[in-house]
């Protein structure tokens, strides 16, 4: 079982910036992939990025390439997304998630992913 609770959302202006952070508790591997998806109202749940839990293999939706950079923190069992330049469009319900032996980020199936956090708020204003 893996547990994941995210922090770090809330209401920016269009332009500014946010960092989330997903705390992970649990059994994991180097082989893990986490994630970070959302949702919009009335929309699917989309991939935003990955990366593993050992390496440099990241990946990333092309509507957010050059804009979020995720990262994670071994010591801490922490993986952030830092947003800048945000746009409306981004806002969504943001999701941390894990696929616990994959080993590959560039997955972007919501199915693939075996454990979900609760999910937080980012709201950018225009």
């Known amino acids: 079982q893996v547990q994941l609770v995210e922090s770090g959302g809330g209401l920016v202006q269009a332009g500014g910036s946010l960092r989330l952070s997903c705390a992970a508790s649990?059994?994991?591997?180097?082989?893990?992939?986490m994630a970070w998806f959302r949702q919009a109202p009335g929309k699917e749940r989309e991939f935003v990025a990955a990366?593993?839990?050992?390496?440099?293999?990241?990946h990333y939706a092309d509507s957010v390439k050059g804009r979020f950079t995720i990262s994670r923190d071994n010591a801490k069992s922490t993986v952030a997304l830092q947003m800048n330049s945000l746009k409306p469009e981004d806002t969504a319900v943001y999701f941390c998630a894990a696929d616990l032996l994959s080993g590959d980020p560039t997955i972007t199936r919501v199915r693939q992913y075996d454990y979900w956090g609760q999910g937080t708020q980012v709201t950018v204003s225009s």
């Open positions: 649990g059994r994991t591997f180097s082989r893990t992939v």
């Open positions: 990366l593993r839990w050992s390496g440099t293999t990241s």
